[in-house]
């Protein structure tokens, strides 16, 4: 009804207006002398007309909102396209911002450690399998990335490390993953152990500092950082910090719960380190 009363509202109107000129111009060639006939269908026709210019307003205020509608939706559309457009630069700019924020984390790491050499890579897939935590990135062999290469955020926190690798991508298995181990050590009190990953607690995004020591001292809050033991990552990378810690009945300390220091659910670029100097 809208579309049509948009392509045929005029002519409807003027329709109207021309019947009811000829009536009128019936009446004007008569010299005003109007008949009895006429008279009366002058009765007759006088509420016609009424209804006849009530019709014309009412065709004329229709056409004039359909007017109106599709004006308002063609500016709406515009200020759609607009917003989209603002939010994309809006979007842009926090990116940039926080690309420059990474680079310049980055930068204080390697002012920190001048013997690492890094490679950057995107976050591209999430592994969906419920056994393992892993991801894939967008560099390969062709950048010079190795499996078993250790993978590291802007900030130095153990990510994980390549465990496959093709031309132009690789899978990092993060801490928490059920097949990753690496030596550590608690910052606090200089215990060494080593970071394994466990299936229930890959679930609470944690893993397990265990093979400790004899008489080994570990608390609640204390940091975990990397031994550098077996080669596979630099010494002193923070791995996290002991959220629990399980004793024996004689208070013998068995293992302690780690909670990564990767934010892994917030993880866009990482670093893989394709060298460093070893530390015997």
């Not at 709406?76 to 700019?93: C, I, T, Y």
């Not at 033991?229 to 004793?247: E, K, M």
């Amino acid at each position: 009804m809208r579309e049509y009363l948009k392509k045929n509202g005029i002519r409807v109107a003027v329709l109207v207006l021309a019947v009811a000129l000829l009536i009128a111009l019936g009446a004007a060639t008569r010299g005003g002398r109007i008949s009895v006939a006429h008279n009366a269908a002058g009765v007759l026709i006088s509420p016609v007309q009424k209804v006849v210019s009530s019709a014309v307003n009412w065709f004329e205020t229709i056409y004039n909102r359909l007017y109106d509608y599709d004006n308002i939706r063609a500016e709406n559309e515009s200020l759609r396209a607009q917003l989209a457009d603002a939010q994309k630069a809006a979007r842009d700019g926090i990116e940039a911002s926080e690309e420059n924020e990474r680079l310049r984390e980055l930068l204080n790491l390697r002012d920190k450690h001048s013997d690492y050499v890094f490679e950057s890579a995107k976050v591209v897939l999430w592994s969906s399998s419920n056994w393992a935590h892993s991801f894939t990135i967008s560099k390969g062999t062709s950048s010079g990335i190795e499996q078993g290469d250790p993978v590291v955020t802007e900030y130095g926190a153990v990510v994980g490390q390549i465990t496959e690798i093709g031309e132009n991508w690789a899978t990092v298995s993060t801490v928490i993953d059920v097949d990753m181990s690496l030596g550590a050590f608690v910052g606090n009190t200089g215990t060494s152990g080593i970071v394994l990953g466990e299936y229930a607690l890959m679930k609470e995004r944690q893993a397990k500092l265990t093979y400790l020591a004899d008489g080994a001292q570990i608390y609640v809050g204390d940091e975990v950082l990397t031994s550098g033991a077996g080669g596979a990552f630099p010494q002193g990378l923070v791995i996290g910090r002991i959220t629990a810690v399980q004793t024996e009945a004689g208070g013998q300390v068995m293992y302690g719960l780690v909670e990564p220091e990767c934010p892994f659910e917030s993880l866009v670029q990482v670093y893989v380190i394709k060298d460093f100097e070893v530390v015997e």
